[in-house]
C-alpha cells in the first residue's frame, strides 16, 4: 500500500498536468486568434492577393468587370478552402489544438525566417539559440551571484556590507530594459565602446574567433543591464530567505549540541533550503528562453523575445500558438520532473503525507 | 492605516515619502491648471500650434551650469508693438502707402539662434504689397534679405533659404578674400562677427548687441495692410524642452505624472485584492472550487502575458484605462494566488475561525469579516512594490509603440525620443527627464514598500 501511493500521486499530477497543457493551449489559441477575429484579417489579405494576381494577369484583358469579378471570387473561395476557412472557427481551433499538440506547428502567416522559410519550427528554431545564449547566460550569472552573496550577507547579517546591499535594494524595482536604455546612453552614445544593440557587427567578421568575440561585446550590456537591474533583488531574497532557516529551531539545536560551522551550513541550512532553490532555478532557466520582449526590442536583439513582438503586432497566430506550446509542454515536463525528485527526495511526500 | 507614523522613523521611506508627495502635488497642480481634453489637444496639435518654439531644444535650466548662456527664442510681432516693435505708415500718392516696420532686438547670448522666421501676413484685394527685407548688425553692416510680394498668409524661413545663403556666403568670400572652407549657416552670418573667426566653425563668435529687421512696404491699395512676426528661434526651451515637433514636451511630462501614478497604483491594489479574494475563496471552500481556481491559475501561469496584452492593444486601439482592465484581467489568476491560497490555508486552522464557525458565521461573513481583513495588512507592503512595476508597464508599452496613442505619458516621451533617434544624436535630455521622473517614482513605491515590509512583517525587522 505504501509504495503504490506516491505512484498514484504521481500519475493523478500527470493527468492534471497534461489537462492544464491542453486547455492552456486551446485558450492560447483562442485568444491568440482573437476568438476569430484574426480570420477576418486573413480573408482579407487572401482577397487582396487574389484579387491583384487577377488584376495584374494580362491574361484577364479581355474580360468584362463582371466576369472579372466572378473569377476573383472563385479563386478567392478557392483560396479560402486551401486555408481550411470554409469550416466554422470553432471547428478549426480544434483541429488547431490537435496539431498544436502533436508539434506541428505549420506555417505562419506573414512572418519568415531569415532564411526565408515560412515554417513555423524553422523561424523558432533560428531564434531560440540567440535568445538561449543572451538570457540563460544572463539568468545563470544572476542565480549563482545571488547565490553565493545572499549566503555571505546572512553570514554576515547586519555588517557594514550587509546594510550597503540591503539600502541598494530598492535600484531593483527599475526593470532591466530601463537600465539599458542607461547603459546605451552611456557606453554607446557618449564614450562610443560598446555597440547601440544588435547582435553581431555589421557585416559580421568572416573569421570564427572574432564573430564570437563581436557577439561578446554585443553582449556585454544587454547582460550588464539585467545585472544592475536584479542582482540587488535577487541577493536580498535569498539573504532573507537563508536567514529565516538559520533561525529555525533544529538550527539552534544543531548549534546548542555544538556541531562545526560548516557542518550546519551544509547539512541544516543548505539542504532543507535546496528544493526551493532548485525550484527556482529551474523555472527561471525555462522562463528564460522565452526571453525578453522589451530588453530585446531596446537592444535590437533578434531572439525569441522579439519574435513574440513581431508575432503579436502582426497577429501571427501560428508562430505565437507554437512559441507557447512549446513552452507550455516544457513547463509541464519540468513541473513533473521537479514534484518526481521530490517525491523520491522528501520523505513526507514519499509516504503520501503531503498529497493534497 | 493607524501605523503611518512608523514609516517616517525609517530614513529610507522618508525619502519616499517625500519624491511621493512631490509627485502628488504636481499630479494636483496638472489636473486642476491644465484640463486633459486641452493638454491632449496641444501633444496631438499639428506644428502650426507650436510654429514659436525652436525645434529640440534644451531645457531652459542647462543656462545654470553653463558658461556659455545659450539663447531662448525672441518673438517680435507687429500686432503686438511695443518698444521693440515700430511700424509706420504714410501716404506717397492716390493709391500707395508706404509701410516702413522697424524691429529692434538686444541679443547678449553666446551661441546663434537654432532658426530665424519671418511670418508676414496681409490684406489686400487686388495687388499684393511687395516688401524690402533688411537685417541691420550692431556694427552697422546692412544684409539684404529679400525683396518679394508675399500673399496674404506668407513666411520666409530666413535661416533655411538656399537662394540666400549661397548669397551670404559670396559676401562674406568677398569681404574676407578668401572662399569659406565650409558652408555658413545664414544664422551664424546674420549674428556672427564677420572677421577671420567666421571660417571656422569651431572659432565663430556671436556678435553681440542690437540688431535691426527692416521691412519697408509698398502697398499699393488704400486699404492694403501687412503685418510681421519675426521669431529668432532659441536653443533652450521651459523646463523640460522641445522635441522634434517643436512640442514642450514639459506638458506631457506634466500630464504624465496623474497617468503614471493613476496607473501603477491601481493596477497594483486591485490585482492584490482581486488575487487574494480569489485565494481566500479557494482557500476556504477547498474541495472542487479550489481545483478548479488551482488549475485556472496554472493555464494563466502558460498564457503569455505580454503577447496577449500587444495583440489586444494592437488589435482595438484602446486608450489608457482600458489597457489598465486588461492587464488587471490578464494577471487576475497570476502566481500571486497560489501565495495568497497558502496564507489562508493555514488561517482557517486558526482558532478564531474555529470559533466564528461554531457560533454559526457563514462562508461569507467569515471570508469578508475575519479572513481578508487579516490578510490586508501584510499585503500592503507587495502592492506598494508592485507599483513600481506597473508604472514601467505602462512606459514599455509606449516604448513599444502600442500605448494609448491619445494620453500623454512619460514612456510616449521617451518612445517619441527612440523614434527620432535622440541616443544618437545626443539629445540626452529628451530621454533623461522623463527617465528620471519613472525611476523617481518607481524608487519612491520601493523604498516605501519595502519599510512597510519591515513593519508589517515584524520577523522581517528581527533579522
Known amino acids: 500500500m505504501k509504495s503504490i501511493r506516491p505512484i498514484i500521486f504521481l500519475g493523478k499530477r500527470a493527468l492534471v498536468l497534461a489537462l492544464t497543457v491542453v486547455v492552456a493551449v486551446y485558450v492560447t489559441i483562442y485568444v491568440a486568434n482573437m476568438g476569430g477575429y484574426v480570420d477576418e484579417i486573413v480573408k482579407g489579405e487572401a482577397l487582396l492577393r487574389v484579387s491583384q494576381e487577377v488584376r495584374a494577369n494580362p491574361a484577364n484583358r479581355a474580360l468584362n468587370e463582371t466576369q472579372v469579378r466572378n473569377l476573383i471570387e472563385q479563386l478567392y473561395q478557392n483560396e479560402l478552402k486551401r486555408l481550411g476557412f470554409d469550416q466554422p472557427f470553432i471547428v478549426r481551433s480544434f483541429n488547431y489544438l490537435r496539431d498544436a499538440l502533436s508539434l506541428e506547428l505549420g506555417r505562419s502567416l506573414f512572418i ?169 532555478l529551474s523555472l527561471t532557466l525555462l522562463a528564460s528562453w522565452t526571453g525578453a520582449i522589451i530588453t530585446e526590442t531596446v537592444f535590437n536583439w533578434p531572439g525569441v523575445g522579439s519574435l513574440f513582438y513581431v508575432a503579436s503586432v502582426t497577429f501571427d497566430t501560428p508562430v505565437l500558438v507554437g512559441l507557447v506550446v512549446i513552452y507550455a509542454y516544457l513547463l509541464a515536463i519540468t513541473v513533473f520532473v521537479l514534484e518526481l525528485v521530490y517525491a523520491i527526495l522528501d520523505p513526507r511526500v514519499r509516504t503520501g503525507v503531503m498529497a493534497g | 492605516m493607524m501605523r503611518v507614523k512608523p514609516l517616517l522613523r525609517y530614513k529610507s521611506s522618508l525619502v519616499g515619502v517625500g519624491i511621493l508627495c512631490i509627485l502628488i502635488a504636481v499630479s494636483i497642480y496638472t489636473v486642476l491648471t491644465i484640463p486633459f481634453e486641452e493638454a491632449a489637444r496641444l501633444w496631438r496639435a499639428g506644428e502650426q500650434t507650436w510654429l514659436d518654439n525652436p525645434r529640440n531644444a534644451l531645457p531652459a535650466w542647462v543656462n545654470l551650469f553653463s558658461s556659455t548662456k545659450l539663447p531662448s527664442t525672441l518673438v517680435f510681432d507687429t500686432q503686438k508693438p511695443g518698444p521693440e516693435v515700430i511700424k509706420v505708415s504714410v501716404r506717397a500718392g492716390e493709391n500707395i502707402k508706404i509701410s516702413r516696420v522697424e524691429i529692434r532686438f538686444r541679443y547678449d547670448y553666446d551661441d546663434f539662434p537654432s532658426e530665424v522666421n519671418l511670418f508676414l501676413k496681409s490684406s489686400y484685394n487686388t495687388s499684393p504689397p511687395q516688401l524690402t527685407i533688411n537685417w541691420v548688425k550692431p556694427d552697422g553692416t546692412h544684409i539684404d534679405l529679400k525683396k518679394t510680394t508675399i500673399s496674404r498668409d506668407d513666411r520666409f524661413y530666413i535661416s533655411a533659404d538656399t537662394a540666400l545663403s549661397t548669397e551670404l556666403n559670396k559676401i562674406i568670400e568677398r569681404k574676407l578674400n578668401r572662399q569659406p572652407p565650409y558652408i555658413i549657416p545664414t544664422t551664424t552670418i546674420l549674428l556672427g562677427v564677420e572677421d577671420e573667426s567666421i571660417l571656422n566653425p569651431s572659432t565663430v563668435k556671436v556678435l553681440k548687441g542690437e540688431y535691426k529687421l527692416l521691412i519697408e512696404g509698398l502697398l499699393f491699395e488704400p486699404n492694403a495692410d501687412f503685418d510681421a512676426k519675426l521669431v529668432v528661434y532659441g536653443k533652450v526651451y521651459g523646463w523640460a524642452g522641445t522635441d522634434h515637433l517643436r512640442r514642450d514636451i514639459g506638458i506631457a511630462l506634466l500630464w504624465g505624472t496623474p497617468v503614471a501614478l493613476l496607473f501603477g497604483v491601481s493596477a497594483a491594489f486591485s490585482i492584490a485584492l482581486i488575487q487574494m479574494s480569489i485565494g481566500a475563496v479557494s482557500a476556504w471552500f477547498r474541495g472542487p472550487v479550489d481545483m478548479a481556481m488551482q488549475r485556472v491559475t496554472e493555464i494563466f501561469l502558460v498564457l503569455p502575458f505580454l503577447p496577449v496584452l500587444i495583440m489586444v492593444s494592437t488589435l482595438y486601439k484602446v486608450n489608457i484605462w482600458v489597457i489598465l482592465l486588461i492587464v488587471i484581467l490578464l494577471s487576475s489568476f497570476g502566481p500571486g494566488v497560489k501565495n495568497y491560497r497558502a496564507l489562508f490555508l493555514q488561517l482557517r486552522e486558526s482558532p478564531y475561525i474555529e470559533a466564528a464557525r461554531s457560533y454559526g458565521a457563514g462562508d461569507f461573513r467569515i471570508l469578508v469579516l475575519h479572513l481578508i481583513p487579516r490578510v490586508l495588512p501584510t499585503m500592503i507592503p507587495s502592492v506598494v512594490l508592485s507599483a513600481a512595476d506597473f508604472v514601467f508597464l505602462e512606459a514599455a508599452l509606449a516604448i513599444l509603440g502600442i500605448g494609448d496613442p491619445i494620453t500623454p505619458t512619460w514612456g510616449k516621451v521617451i518612445e517619441d525620443a527612440f523614434y527620432a533617434g535622440a541616443l544618437f544624436k545626443g539629445q540626452y535630455y529628451w530621454v533623461l527627464i522623463p527617465s528620471a521622473l519613472l525611476a523617481s517614482t518607481s524608487i519612491s513605491f520601493a523604498l516605501i514598500g519595502f519599510a512597510l515590509d519591515k513593519i508589517f512583517n515584524p520577523r522581517l525587522k528581527e533579522i
Open chain 1, 112 to 280: 519568415s525566417s531569415d532564411s526565408g522559410s515560412r515554417s513555423v519550427r524553422v523561424i523558432i528554431m533560428e531564434r531560440l539559440p540567440n535568445t538561449v545564449l543572451l538570457f540563460t547566460t544572463t539568468q545563470l550569472i544572476l542565480f549563482f551571484l545571488g547565490l553565493f552573496t545572499g549566503l555571505f550577507l546572512s553570514r554576515r547579517y547586519g555588517s557594514r556590507i550587509d546594510k550597503i546591499m540591503t539600502l541598494l535594494t530598492p535600484m531593483s524595482s527599475l526593470p532591466g530594459w530601463f537600465y539599458g536604455l542607461f547603459l546605451i546612453l552611456i557606453f554607446a552614445s557618449v564614450l562610443r565602446v560598446l555597440p547601440y544593440g544588435g547582435m553581431v557587427d555589421v557585416p559580421p567578421p568572416t573569421d570564427r574567433f572574432e564573430y564570437a568575440l563581436s557577439v561578446l561585446r554585443h553582449m556585454i550590456l544587454p547582460i550588464l543591464s539585467w545585472l544592475t537591474a536584479y542582482f540587488f533583488i535577487s541577493t536580498y531574497t535569498r539573504r532573507t530567505f537563508f536567514l529565516i532557516f538559520s533561525s529555525e529551531d533544529y538550527v539552534e539545536v544543531a548549534k546548542a549540541k555544538g556541531l562545526p560551522e560548516p557542518l550546519i551550513r551544509r547539512r541544516y541550512i543548505l539542504r532543507p533550503t535546496l528544493p526551493p532553490i532548485i525550484t527556482d
